[in-house]
C-alpha cells in the first residue's frame, strides 16, 4: 500500500516536472478578438503548431473592440478585429491586413428579388422601404435582420452603407449562424452574412447588379467587403512575428483561401 | 475527542452553509458595483423610461425591454398559470391515484428539458406557424410566451399539487358534510385553504419566465421597440444582456451591468413576494 502511495507521489511529481518544464521551452502566442475570424485563426494555428513544435498557440474569441483592446493591454499578443476602419485607439498597434470578407446580402430562395441596388440596400435595412413590392418582388412587408450592436459584422455593414442607422423594427439575431436559418425560415426576410456562410438555404442577391462572389471581390468589384486585421504592439516577441509572417504566406493564405475568405494579395 | 469531533463537523458544515450566502452577496456587489455608477451617470430618468438604446451612440434607455419583459412574462403566466393549477387541482381531486403517478413524473420531466430545445421547437414550429396564421415575423411576444408558458408549467403544477395535497383532509370531508358538490367543496374549500401555495408556485414560475434567456432569445425577435401588438418581435432584458455582452466595452458594458441590477431588484421583489405568501400559508396552519 506504502508502496503504491508512494509510487504515484513519483509518478505525479514527474508528470508536473514534465508539464512545467514543457511549458518553459515552448513559448506562447495568444490570439483574441473577432468570433467572425476566430475560426479560421483556430485553422491557421493548428497548421502552423504541427510544423513548429516549439510553439503554443491560444486563439480566443470575445469580438473585435475585444482584439483590440487586449492587444493594447497586452492581455493577448495578437488582436483581431474585422472592421472597415480600425478605430483611433488601435493606431499605436501594428496592424495587418490578412485577408477579405465580402457580406453578402441574402434572401430567402423563394423570393422574386435577386438583385438590389446600393440604395435600395440601404434604404431597406435603414427602414425607409419596408415593402418587397417597392423593389420588385411581391407585396409583402420586408422582415429586416440584423446582428447585435458592436458586431463587427454589422459595424462594418453599416459604415459600407455609409453609416446608416438602422430601421428600429429589424429583427436581431446573435450570431451569422442564426440569421442564415431566419432567412431560410421567411420568405419575406432580409440579412446579411459573411461570404463563406452562403449555402442552398439561403439567396446572395446581387448589389449594383455585381454577384457577391470571390471574383468579384478580388477585383473590387463588389462593394460589401471589409478587411480583416491582425494587430500587434511594437516590438511583439519573435514567435509573434514568426506566426505573422507566416500568415501572410502564401501556404496560410491558400488555406484562408480554401476555408472560405478572400486572400489579402 | 468526540465532542471535537462534532465541533468540527458544525463549523465545516456552517462555512459550507455560509458560502452559498456568500456566493449571492458577492454577485450582488459585483452587479452593483459595476452597474450603480452608470446609473448614476446617465440618470435614473434616461436610462429606465427612455426608448432609444444604441450603446454606440450613447444612448441607453431600457423601457422598451422592461416593457417586454413584464409583457412576455405576463403572457408565458396567462397560459402557464391556468394550466398548471387546472391541472394540479384534476390531478389531486379527480383523478385515480395512478394517473398522477403517470403523469406527475411526466410534467417535471419537462423541467428537465434544455432551454436551448425550446427555444429551437420555438424557432422551427412556433414561429412559421405564427407568421403564417396570424402575419408579423413569427418571432414574436406570442412565441416567447407560448414557449414561456410551457417551460413554468412545470414549476406551477408541482408546486401547486403539494399546496393542495396538505389541505387537511377534514376540510373536505367537512364541506362533503354541510351537503357541498365534490366541485364545489373544491372551489369554495380546497383551493381557498391552498391560496398562498397556488400564488407562491405563480410567482416562483414568473421569475423563472423572468430570467430565462436562451430560449427568449431565439424566439422573440430581439427588436428594441416597445410592442403593440401579440405578433411584435421584442427584446426582454435578459436577452439584451447576453445579446450584447460579447462586443461591449467601457459605457456599453457598464449599461449591461445596470440593466441586470434592474433585473436583479425585479427577482428579488418577485422572491419576496413569493417568501411573504408561503409564510402566510405557514401561518394560517
Not at chain 1, 419596408?130 to 463587427?152: H, M, T
Not at chain 1, 438555404?201 to 471581390?217: L, N, Q, R
Not at chain 2, 448614476?40 to 419583459?69: E, H, Q, R, T
Request: neutral net charge; hydrophobic residues 50%; contains cysteine.
Amino acid at each position: 500500500m506504502k508502496i503504491m502511495v508512494a509510487l504515484t507521489g513519483v509518478v505525479l511529481c514527474a508528470g508536473f516536472m514534465g508539464l512545467t518544464g514543457c511549458g518553459k521551452s515552448r513559448e506562447n502566442v495568444t490570439i483574441a478578438g473577432s468570433t467572425a475570424f476566430q475560426p479560421f485563426a483556430e485553422k491557421l494555428a493548428d497548421q502552423y503548431m504541427s510544423t513548429h513544435p516549439g510553439v503554443m498557440i491560444t486563439v480566443q474569441g470575445g469580438g473585435s473592440s475585444m482584439g483590440i483592446q487586449s492587444a493594447l493591454s497586452g492581455a493577448a499578443e495578437i488582436g483581431m478585429a474585422d472592421l472597415v476602419e480600425l478605430p483611433p485607439e488601435a493606431a499605436s498597434l501594428k496592424s495587418l491586413i490578412v485577408a477579405r470578407d465580402g457580406i453578402a446580402v441574402v434572401v430567402n430562395p423563394a423570393n422574386k428579388v435577386s438583385s438590389l441596388t446600393y440604395d435600395q440596400v440601404r434604404d431597406v435595412f435603414s427602414g425607409k422601404i419596408k415593402n418587397w413590392k417597392d423593389v420588385g418582388g411581391s407585396d409583402y412587408a420586408i422582415a429586416v435582420i440584423s446582428r447585435e450592436a458592436g458586431s463587427g459584422t454589422r459595424s462594418s455593414f453599416e459604415k459600407i452603407l455609409g453609416g446608416i442607422k438602422l430601421a428600429e423594427d429589424a429583427l436581431v439575431q446573435d450570431s451569422n449562424g442564426t440569421i442564415r436559418e431566419t432567412v431560410a425560415n421567411d420568405q419575406n426576410a432580409i440579412g446579411y452574412v459573411s461570404h463563406g456562410l452562403i449555402n442552398e438555404k439561403i439567396k446572395a442577391v446581387s448589389v449594383d447588379g455585381i454577384e457577391c462572389m470571390e471574383a468579384t471581390i478580388m477585383k473590387g468589384e463588389y462593394r460589401l467587403v471589409r478587411p480583416v486585421f491582425l494587430m500587434a504592439k511594437e516590438g511583439a516577441s519573435p514567435a509573434c512575428q514568426a506566426f505573422l509572417e507566416y500568415v501572410m504566406s502564401n501556404e496560410a493564405q491558400e488555406l484562408l483561401h480554401q476555408s472560405g475568405l478572400i486572400r489579402a494579395k | 475527542m468526540k465532542f471535537n469531533g462534532e465541533n468540527i463537523a458544525k463549523y465545516a458544515l456552517m462555512t459550507v452553509a455560509f458560502s452559498a450566502v456568500a456566493s449571492l452577496l458577492l454577485i450582488a456587489v459585483f452587479i452593483f458595483k459595476e452597474g450603480l455608477p452608470f446609473m448614476m451617470k446617465v440618470g435614473l430618468k434616461d436610462f429606465l423610461f427612455a426608448s432609444d438604446w444604441d450603446p454606440l451612440a450613447g444612448k441607453f434607455g431600457i423601457y422598451p425591454m422592461i416593457v417586454a419583459s413584464l409583457w412576455v412574462t405576463f403572457g408565458a403566466m396567462l397560459i402557464g398559470a391556468p394550466l398548471g393549477i387546472a391541472g394540479a387541482i384534476f390531478l389531486n381531486e379527480f383523478a385515480p391515484p395512478m394517473m398522477m403517478k403517470i403523469i406527475k413524473p411526466t410534467i417535471e420531466l419537462l423541467a428537465g428539458i434544455p432551454s436551448v430545445v425550446f427555444g429551437f421547437l420555438g424557432v422551427m414550429v412556433l414561429a412559421p406557424w405564427i407568421r403564417a396564421t396570424l402575419g408579423g415575423p413569427g418571432l414574436s411576444v406570442l412565441a416567447a410566451s407560448i414557449i414561456l408558458g410551457i417551460m413554468v408549467l412545470p414549476t406551477v403544477l408541482s408546486i401547486s399539487i403539494d399546496a393542495i395535497a396538505s389541505v387537511p383532509n377534514s376540510y373536505r370531508e367537512g364541506a362533503l358534510a354541510l351537503g357541498a358538490t365534490r366541485w364545489q367543496s373544491v372551489y369554495m374549500v380546497t383551493i381557498k385553504a391552498a391560496r398562498s401555495g397556488i400564488i407562491a408556485s405563480i410567482i416562483l414560475a414568473m421569475g423563472r419566465a423572468l430570467g430565462e434567456t436562451m430560449a427568449v432569445i431565439m424566439v422573440a425577435g430581439n427588436t428594441v421597440k416597445v410592442p403593440h401588438a401579440v405578433t411584435d418581435p421584442v427584446r426582454t432584458l435578459t436577452a439584451n444582456i447576453a445579446l450584447e455582452m460579447a462586443n461591449a466595452t467601457g459605457m456599453a458594458r457598464e449599461a449591461l451591468f445596470a440593466t441586470g441590477i434592474v433585473l436583479f431588484m425585479v427577482i428579488m421583489v418577485l422572491n419576496g413576494i413569493a417568501l411573504s405568501a408561503i409564510k402566510g400559508k405557514a401561518r394560517k396552519k
